[in-house]
């Protein structure tokens, strides 16, 4: 078979379901759902989320949704949100992904969220591990940290009183295709014996690593891929009644309709190579 | 102006569509393109977001603010001035362009390199204790006949993979080849659960942008 | 004193002080001072870390802009790479700059926050009120403050004043050409880029994944188990490739994963102290 009739038939797979806006439930995730019971409880009397973006077009597809869904919960629950990245090609998404899901969430209750109160963007911060090592240990986080994307002192933000030590980081969410990325947190991010409550977004390609990490107990919850998104979007569906269906579901059926050609294309080949065999 | 954005973003994507019917100036374009604008994405953030606000700008007193009756608000803190010996060792990064002194590139890298080695000894052990504490799983879980057999099945798998890596001498023993071809089959296992995986992610990629052309595109240019 | 000696005493002397850090207990890292200056000292790795910045637009600046002056074949394409390459660091310092204004703003009203909260004298506070009517944000509100007390507790006037400076929307056509090169090029079509592997990973699936061995058999399996057991279309036909999907990547395949990672985190430890104590030699071009 020409390799061109391969490549239609992939458009055609996923086009058709996307373009009749196909939409099946998603399938479950139990280390999804695990994530979604740990945001639920962590705590908006006190505390912030430090939630880290490092992905940037190339997974977006995965790491985009995923940190939208948790951006939202968090946001929902009122939990006050360090948006940064160790990568600087995320910087359209740490811009983009708050603005879109405040509005959509004052659209949805006619509530405000405000920049600088309930989300503060850090921006891209070069170093890695040297630069996380040092945020954990820093005696006063926002001094640290200096100043926000706009060039403003994070000191002036009425966020920045919720924060002085990794001890007021209740929640970190890290969202990453990259390699090595995730585990620099795993690493680095932690002080004096206290980690705080991490979860992670990863690619399909990464899974199976980072279930390594659940066993461990050095990751409370894991959303992956696209489908993990897909699954914790409908438990906030659950739960939040007047929510939007979102185009997760949608992105996930076509998803789920393409693996399947491929690996039937994976039994064609073989038997196609069998034959020619004998 | 959005929508001008969409039109030329469906249009960008075509364009390196079209490199799978072959290389073509339409892709070429659009790939060099796409290339000078993430280039000039770095440098830009890099000053923003650390050397301006955080080396910089300290060093420079570019922060002091005088209230309004004169008093300074934040004096200078004559320890910043020390901020200037990283930027000289960094400046030697360009040594490597001037023959006679392009050693001092090497002595830079050299401190790149050893603060990221100690470093990484300090991330192993963060890493990698609590890895190998959570390997010792009780391989009899009372009251649990479905724990004890997965306890067993993933001790064994983790002592026969590690088995497979390590020892990796010829040998004529059975227990060595039967170990090892053993540990191999089961790391298959797991290279096919990379492979499903793997498959996930790239058409969760090409989902993402044929619904974009599907939707936000056609709905922008019809 | 040899060059060649002076680079492994920079480079030993920049890991010990992590090596340090990280092995004294907190209690003595405290009383050496460490605590105190890891901040700083970090900072000044950063910084020499991210000098580096520059080398790469050197080079790139260098060859494509050789092509276009020679005009040497693809000199066209240089010209659209430099192109892209300075209109996006022309817009993104032009978003920061407007950034800057603003929050230049937020830093004044912020300035004056802390004078309020120190103001002790009537006059101090007629300058207070002077300084707050130059201020559009802050102007109407001047007046309230009538006491001396009322200046002390004011700080929520500032801080409203200040979240409104940062969260106006400002609309300029530098903004509008740095959102355009960011979702108008590099999100579609580095998204595109990477979404050409769909393609080719379906055209490597039904041209190279040949099942001829026990090996190959197994890898497939799993495969197939871990795709059905996510997707919905596989669900609604059986329920149970669910929990096996899930039993796979929990029991079989973190084991041997984790045997894959202990195994390369002791090559990145071993790997950590040759170049900690400078055995590799590649890096510092001592010739063979």
């Known amino acids: 078979m020409n390799t061109r009739w391969i490549y239609i038939l992939i458009l055609l797979t996923i086009g058709i379901p996307i373009g009749f806006k196909l939409a099946l439930p998603p399938a479950r995730m139990p280390v999804a759902e695990k994530l979604f019971s740990v945001v639920d409880n962590v705590s908006n009397e006190k505390g912030v989320a430090f939630v880290a973006f490092d992905y940037g077009p190339g997974t977006s597809a995965e790491n985009l949704p995923q940190s939208q869904v948790i951006l939202e919960h968090l946001f929902r629950k009122r939990v006050p949100v360090f948006i940064f990245s160790l990568t600087p090609i995320s910087e359209p998404f740490l811009r983009s992904v708050p603005e879109d899901v405040a509005k959509q969430l004052e659209k949805e209750t006619g509530e405000s969220w405000q920049y600088g109160k309930d989300w503060v963007n850090v921006g891209y911060r070069p170093g890695g591990g040297l630069f996380i090592q040092t945020l954990a240990k820093s005696p006063n986080i926002p001094e640290f940290l200096g100043k926000d994307v706009k060039g403003a002192p994070l000191s002036s933000y009425p966020i920045s009183t919720r924060v002085s030590t990794i001890k007021d980081i209740s929640f970190l969410g890290e969202f990453t295709g990259l390699v090595g990325m995730f585990q620099t947190y795993v690493q680095y991010f932690q002080a004096d014996g206290y980690v705080p409550i991490f979860g992670h977004g990863c690619t399909s390609i990464t899974i199976p690593e980072a279930y390594i990490y659940l066993d461990s107990g050095q990751l409370n919850g894991l959303l992956e891929g696209l489908a993990g998104a897909a699954w914790y979007s409908d438990l906030l569906r659950d739960k939040y009644k007047d929510r939007e269906p979102d185009r997760a579901l949608v992105s996930n059926t076509a998803l789920g309709v393409a693996q399947l050609v491929v690996l039937g294309l994976v039994v064609l080949g073989n038997i196609v190579g069998w034959k020619q065999r004998r | ?222 | 004193m040899n060059k060649e000696i002076i680079i492994r005493l920079f480079t030993f002397f920049a890991g010990l002080y992590f090596v340090v850090e990280f092995i004294l207990p907190k209690e003595i890292n405290e009383e050496i001072g460490l605590v105190n200056i890891h901040e700083s000292v970090s900072y000044g790795f950063l910084a020499i870390g991210a000098m580096a910045f520059g080398l790469g637009i050197i080079n790139l600046i260098r060859i494509h802009g050789s092509k276009i002056i020679f005009l040497q074949k693809g000199a066209f394409y240089s010209l659209v790479l430099l192109l892209g390459f300075f209109s996006m660091t022309f817009f993104a310092i032009g978003d920061w700059k407007l950034n800057m204004e603003s929050s230049k703003r937020a830093a004044s009203i912020g300035l004056l926050q802390k004078f309020a909260e120190k103001v002790e004298t009537t006059d101090k506070l007629e300058l207070l009120k002077l300084e707050m009517k130059k201020i559009p944000e802050l102007r109407d509100r001047a007046d309230s403050l009538a006491t001396l007390e009322d200046a002390n507790k004011s700080s929520i006037i500032f801080q409203e004043a200040s979240q409104k400076v940062v969260n106006e929307e400002t609309s300029s056509w530098i903004k509008d050409g740095y959102n355009f090169l960011n979702k108008g090029v590099f999100v579609p079509l580095g998204a595109a880029m990477f979404s050409l592997l769909g393609f080719y990973i379906a055209a490597a699936a039904y041209r190279a994944f040949r099942v001829k061995s026990l090996e190959a058999s197994l890898m497939m399996i799993a495969a197939v188990l871990v795709v059905c057991g996510q997707t919905s279309f596989t669900l609604m036909i059986w329920e149970g490739f669910s929990p096996i999907r899930n039993w796979l990547l929990q029991v079989p395949n973190s084991a041997a994963f984790r045997g894959i990672a202990i195994g390369a985190g002791v090559a990145g430890l071993v790997l950590a102290f040759r170049m900690w104590f400078s055995i590799e030699s590649g890096s510092f071009g001592r010739k063979k």
């Open chain 2, 1 to 222: 102006m959005e929508t001008a954005t969409v039109v030329f973003a469906g249009i960008g994507t075509l364009a390196i569509f079209s490199f799978l019917i072959k290389e073509n100036p339409f892709y070429r374009f659009f790939e060099h393109l796409f290339i000078g604008v993430a280039a000039g994405l770095l440098p830009i953030l890099t000053i923003r977001n650390l050397l301006y606000p955080n080396v910089i700008g300290p060093l420079i007193g570019a922060d002091i603010q005088v209230f309004p009756d004169g008093e300074i608000a934040n004096p200078y803190n004559y320890w910043n001035l020390l901020f200037i010996i990283p930027l000289i060792f960094g400046l030697f990064y360009y040594a490597v362009f001037i023959p006679k002194v392009s050693w001092l590139s090497r002595l830079v890298i050299g401190i790149s390199l050893g603060y990221s080695a100690g470093l990484s000894i300090k991330g192993f052990f963060a890493e990698m204790i609590p890895q190998v504490l959570g390997s010792f799983k009780p391989l009899v879980v009372p009251g649990s006949i479905g724990d004890s057999v997965n306890n067993s099945i993933f001790v064994i798998t983790l002592l026969l993979v590690m088995y497979y890596f390590f020892c990796t001498f010829k040998g004529e023993s059975t227990a060595h080849n039967g170990a090892r071809y053993t540990g191999r089959l089961l790391l298959m296992v797991c290279f096919g659960a990379f492979f499903g995986s793997t498959v996930m992610a790239r058409m969760a990629l090409l989902v993402e942008r044929i619904q974009f052309l599907v939707g936000e595109w056609w709905t922008a240019i019809f």
